[in-house]
């Protein structure tokens, strides 16, 4: 019963196993889910909501306040017993609409609502700071699935290719042309392929599920591409100055600080008008009842009201509260302005090293384009020196050595390429854009 059971568990995991396909990506797919389910991006969608109930809330200070107000009330007082004979049981009530209008403030609600105006703007920048983050991360993981991939298919050549050698050399020395150190030197160099080969799958795997993460995918994701040569169609940069000028105006948390420091302006114009003049419009409208019952016959009266009238207030001393928060404001407003200082040297920096990395990536990838090939040509002419009996097995072994190295730089330098001009694009503020 028990290996029955065992039988059934194995075939449902191998069920769900297939169930679960991996799905493979382009990156022009990769990046059309990201824009759609990144969670920053999501938070930055979510923000813009937070920010349009913000500027709601600071708009409605300028607006009438309108409210519906009613009461009921019955009351009786004891000491008027001495005097009337009897203390009468009052009955009260009212039924009105009062209105309330901010004529003056002295610049606060005007500050309030452009701060808030400001911060729907604030709201853009962030969602393209996140996009533009989100495009460079899912690409530089797409580069990455592949060059993993890539590595892995070599280091796969490389030990079938050293499991061939060691049958050979079994073969030869069955017929007496290899001694017994070359087998031992074609097992030593086949167990040696064996690490790398577990590595690169472990890094497949890995960089499969960080693409995953990035997409916020429910299953298993995969890229689907080679790293073909990259064709250097897109010039070089060489123009520091012009794309630091680009960076200042696209960088999206650039923009964003500048926004920030417009709001922490308007704060300090709020905060300076706290002790301020201040001139309300108030009035209201409604019904009033009165009634007293006593020891005679009852009395009672209603009628409506209204009232109306400009109110002042004048907080000229409030214990120098207002002028703590004035300089509170004031230093905020300082901090984020010298913020704005080291965020722009801090770009200036990140364009500069972008664009010495990609000119770097662009070199290393001319420098090894044609080295593959002449790699491939020397260990053909090794492996046929070897059977023939002109060359050693050394020979054999640096050529081969010469040739897997050719091949990982040379994907490597596909991927850095790739990388590298994503990284320029996001420092000068125009990835995806």
């Not at 200070?61 to 009330?73: D, N």
């Not at 533009?132 to 290719?161: F, G, T």
């Not at 795997?205 to 995953?212: H, V």
Request: aromatic share 6%; hydrophobic share 40%.
């Amino acid at each position: 019963m028990r290996s029955i059971l065992a039988v059934i568990l194995v075939l449902a995991s191998a069920t769900a196993c297939c169930a679960s396909e991996i799905k493979a990506l382009t990156l022009e797919q990769a990046l059309a889910i990201a824009m759609e389910k990144n969670r920053d991006i999501e938070k930055a969608r979510e923000y813009a909501q937070y920010v349009q109930g913000r500027y709601r809330e600071e708009r409605a200070a300028a607006l009438p306040q309108i409210a519906l107000q009613g009461s009921v009330a019955m009351a009786r007082d004891q000491s008027l017993t001495a005097s009337a004979g009897s203390a009468p049981r009052q009955t009260s009530g009212s039924l009105g609409i009062t209105v309330s209008q901010p004529l003056y403030t002295w610049g606060k609600i005007g500050a309030a609502i452009r701060a808030a105006e400001v911060g729907l703007k604030t709201a853009d920048e962030q969602l393209r700071l996140y996009r533009q983050a989100a495009w460079r991360d899912v690409s530089s993981c797409w580069y990455d699935i592949l060059l993993a991939k890539e590595l892995h298919r070599l280091a796969l050549e490389n030990e079938k290719q050293k499991q061939r050698h060691l049958e050979e050399a079994r073969r030869k020395l069955a017929v007496g042309l290899a001694t017994e150190y070359d087998v031992l030197a074609a097992e030593v160099a086949h167990e040696n392929a064996r690490p790398e080969v577990i590595r690169s799958e472990n890094a497949v795997r890995t960089t499969r599920e960080r693409l995953r993460f990035l997409l916020a995918a429910p299953g298993e994701v995969d890229a689907s591409g080679a790293l073909a040569n990259p064709t250097l169609d897109r010039p070089i940069p060489s123009d520091r100055e012009g794309a630091l000028a680009i960076a200042r105006k696209k960088r999206p948390e650039l923009s964003d600080l500048r926004l920030k420091i417009g709001i922490y302006d308007e704060l300090l114009t709020i905060a300076d008008a706290d002790n301020k003049p201040r001139l309300d419009l108030k009035g209201g409208a409604g019904w009033n009842t009165l009634s007293l019952d006593d020891s005679g016959p009852s009395r009672s009266a209603d009628g409506a009201a209204w009232n109306v009238g400009v109110h002042l207030s004048f907080p000229f001393f409030d214990g120098f509260r207002t002028s703590g928060r004035v300089i509170q404001a004031r230093s905020e407003l300082r901090t984020r302005r010298l913020e704005e200082l080291k965020l722009l040297d801090s770009i200036a920096l990140e364009v500069r090293e972008a664009g010495n990395a990609l000119r770097e990536a662009a070199e290393i990838h001319q420098a090894v384009s044609g080295t593959v090939r002449q790699a491939e040509k020397l260990l053909t002419m090794a492996e046929k020196g070897y059977e023939y009996g002109v060359k050693i097995r050394l020979e054999v072994d640096d050529a081969q050595l010469n040739l897997l190295q050719a091949q990982n730089s040379l994907a490597r330098a596909q991927r850095d390429y790739r990388v590298a001009r994503v990284n320029y694009e996001w420092a000068i503020g125009t990835l995806g854009e």
